[in-house]
């Protein structure tokens, strides 16, 4: 199909939005608009990403670009959270529309918000599209762990930590979610008030990971634990990026860490450090994978600010010859790597 254009429009126009603009022009795509509620409306996106005006700007209504263009995918980079994205989704599904998502709630959503997930499902299976959430989690994550425990025998764990570094890709909405600029004080005075509101959230992106990795394996969930722990900068860090700075001593991100214990007695683990930097650290993955014979692999600077872009936008064509649902990796072919021109990807 070398002749056939994919056309997208991306939602949301910050620091993602702005880079995966990028790699679908770069990729063979079209992308026919762009979508964003809070910032740039009116600036052409081709600009904001750094590639020359397209001749496109920023609009706010997700509807009404959807009905004017057409498009035959939507690529989502906003919010972490499914409950949030979930409208947008939604909006995009009902206009028969498919949709690939860097949302990390919606890589496995089964585990979060089942409800939404099967409303979601049921709505992609009515309009006949697919919904699919991607990012680090299906490759360097997902795919890559389940590979090298295949080498294995008498599994006994997987451990996995990844550092993600914020420097120089982050917009304002990862900063906040990070609490990044906080005192550890206003952290925990946060965590308790809305722990008596009933409203604390223990956010866990590996945990969603882990509850698929498990399904792929065939693996029974017994118990989940969660945890957060604010990481303190050791220096006096400006980030240019959110114009904001981050004194010595105050909070530069999160470690946020899960164990799952299965009914088969595997344990799945993983600490994501969602930070910026402080000195010496870098972006990594590891894998430590502990049977006969034990295992482990360590990839350094994984980079953030260009992976889950790449990630994002070689899963397109996965998700336009796939079947209709709000699907998983666990649904899609094994991840591999697609140097041509994404179109000629289309089946």
Not at 287 to 307: A, M, Q
Not at 311 to 334: Q, S, Y
Request: glycine share 8%.
């Amino acid at each position: 199909m070398a002749d056939k254009t994919i056309q997208v429009i991306q939602v949301g126009a910050g620091a993602t939005g702005k880079a995966t603009v990028r790699y679908l022009i770069e990729r063979g795509c079209e992308v026919v608009a762009c979508v964003d509620a809070y910032c740039h409306e009116g600036e052409d996106i081709g600009a904001l990403a750094g590639i020359g005006r397209l001749g496109i700007t920023v609009e706010k209504d997700l509807a009404a670009a959807l009905e004017r263009t057409r498009p035959d995918i939507a690529t989502v980079c906003t919010v972490s959270e499914l409950r949030r994205v979930y409208p947008l989704l939604k909006t995009i599904v009902e206009h028969g529309v498919n949709v690939v998502t860097l949302a990390e709630e919606a890589f496995f959503p089964r585990a979060v918000d089942p409800r939404l997930a099967d409303d979601l499902d049921t709505l992609a299976k009515k309009h006949q599209v697919t919904v699919l959430g991607t990012g680090m989690q299906d490759l360097f994550w997902q795919s890559l762990s389940l590979v090298l425990a295949g080498g294995v025998h008498k599994l006994r764990a997987i451990r996995g930590a990844n550092r993600a570094v914020g420097d120089g890709s982050w917009g304002k909405t990862n900063a906040d979610a990070v609490y990044a600029g906080w005192t550890v004080e206003e952290y925990e005075a946060a965590q308790k008030q809305s722990a008596r509101e009933g409203e604390l959230e223990q956010r866990s992106i590996f945990g969603v990971a882990l509850h698929s990795m498990a399904e792929e394996m065939g693996l029974h969930v017994k118990s989940l634990r969660p945890w957060h722990t604010p990481i303190v900068s050791t220096w006096d860090h400006y980030i240019p990026e959110i114009d904001r700075m981050i004194p010595k001593g105050y909070i530069c991100g999160i470690e946020e860490g899960c164990e799952l214990e299965t009914e088969e007695g595997i344990i799945l683990s993983g600490v994501l450090y969602d930070q910026y930097t402080n000195p010496g650290d870098t972006a990594m993955n590891r894998w430590d994978i502990e049977g006969e014979p034990n295992i482990s692999l360590v990839i350094e600077d994984v980079r953030g600010d260009v992976t889950p872009f790449s990630i994002l936008t070689t899963r397109v064509p996965d998700v336009m010859n796939a079947a209709p649902g709000f699907l998983t990796c666990k649904d899609m072919p094994k991840f591999a790597a697609k140097p041509l021109p994404l179109p000629q990807y289309l089946t």
